[in-house]
């Protein structure tokens, strides 16, 4: 099976309200980062996380290396959330290399 | 901001042709990676290297070819494109050490006809 399940697959919001993103690991995981895809396909960093919890701004997410799950949260979405997020996670690929989930598309509309 | 680029943006090509995708990174790295990205599946490991001289397979290497000649540059080759290898493809840097982030390129349209 996969080893990074993301959830949900598709995601709409109104301007202004908050949601959250999950990812599930089915191996140890050292890291995680979160990305957003542009409309142009450009990859966006968003988090970088080894443990605990970081926020910027309207965005925070958490990372529990126990219980092998990462979350991003979204407050007051605005129009420019839309895109697609990807998690990420690093889990002892060679290289640091990094194991994606599938992602999950957010839609923010007024 | 660290910097990775990627030329070119956009290419096609014939079936049974050879590709070169270049990938250039200032940042010093001495990780860098190739990853695919189809619909559904996210973005998919290559080819990596830790240094240069040093080319490793990824989860999917089979058509590909990588070249690490610098610390700067990493290249994957096509040697016989195939329709299948149609695809978005990203460069991406990063540190051999732990708590950093990887940092990705513009990415790479290729068209395979």
């Known amino acids: 099976g996969d080893q990074v399940e993301q959830s949900p697959s598709a995601l709409s919001l109104h301007e202004g309200t908050s949601s959250a993103l999950r990812c599930n690991f089915t191996?140890?995981?050292?890291?995680v980062q979160w990305f957003r895809q542009n409309s142009r396909g450009s990859l966006i960093n968003l988090f970088y996380?080894?443990?605990g919890t970081k926020e910027n701004g309207r965005l925070k997410s958490a990372f529990d290396s126990k219980e092998l799950y990462s979350t991003l949260h979204i407050r007051d979405a605005q129009l420019e959330d839309s895109g697609t997020y990807f998690c990420?996670?690093?889990?002892?690929?060679?290289?640091?290399?990094?194991?994606f989930g599938t992602g999950t598309t957010v839609s923010v509309s007024p | 901001e660290a910097a990775v680029t990627q030329s070119p943006r956009n290419k096609v090509a014939v079936t049974g042709g050879k590709v070169t995708l270049s990938c250039n990174q200032t940042?010093?790295?001495?990780?860098m990676y190739w990853y695919r990205q189809d619909t559904g599946h996210g973005l998919r490991l290559i080819h990596y290297s830790y240094g240069a001289g040093s080319t490793e397979k990824g989860d999917i290497p089979d058509g590909y070819k990588a070249s690490r000649p610098s610390q700067e540059n990493f290249s994957l080759i096509l040697e016989l494109a195939t329709p299948s290898q149609t695809s978005v493809y990203f460069c991406?840097?990063?540190?051999?050490?732990?708590?950093?982030?990887?940092?990705f390129g513009p990415g790479t349209r290729l068209l395979v006809l």
């Open positions: 990420a996670a690093e889990a002892g690929q060679g290289g640091r290399a990094l194991i």
């Open positions: 996380l080894a443990s």
């Open positions: 991406a840097s990063g540190p051999d050490r732990n708590q950093d982030t990887q940092y």
């Open positions: 940042n010093n790295h001495n990780n």
């Open positions: 191996t140890t995981t050292r890291s």
